[in-house]
């Protein structure tokens, strides 16, 4: 069974941080590109970052460059999204997706 489990979300206050972790079950985490997406209602969703099979090329859309580091770890079948000086722009729920496999998400939200 193909298992996308995101976590880390929550409530923060605006500059703060989170980490989020994404882990992968049933398939080759190892193989596929990563990609973390925001969905907000009453929006389109949006791709905030993606990092390629080996770890060694990332893309960011713009709005989180500078503030977001995505990463994984292969060994572990886990993907990662750290997040800092967070925006209420950047509340949402945040999706893991690998190998065209979702995960359900974990909300963040940022407000004070």
């Known amino acids: 069974e193909v298992r996308l489990v995101e976590s880390g979300g929550g409530l923060v206050q605006p500059g703060g941080s989170l980490t989020l972790s994404c882990v992968v079950s049933?398939?080759?985490?190892?193989?596929?590109?990563m990609t973390w997406h925001r969905q907000t209602p009453g929006q389109e969703r949006e791709l905030v970052a993606s990092?390629?099979?080996?770890?060694?090329?990332?893309y960011y859309t713009d709005s989180m460059k500078g503030r977001a580091t995505i990463s994984r770890d292969n060994a572990r079948n886990t993907g990662y999204l750290q997040m800092s000086s967070l925006k209420p722009d950047d509340t949402g729920r945040y999706l893991c997706?690998?190998?065209?496999?979702w995960g359900q998400g974990t909300q963040v939200t940022v407000s004070s």
């Open positions: 990092i390629n099979s080996l770890g060694d090329d990332t």
């Open positions: 049933g398939f080759p985490f190892m193989y596929y590109t």
């Open positions: 997706e690998v190998g065209h496999y």
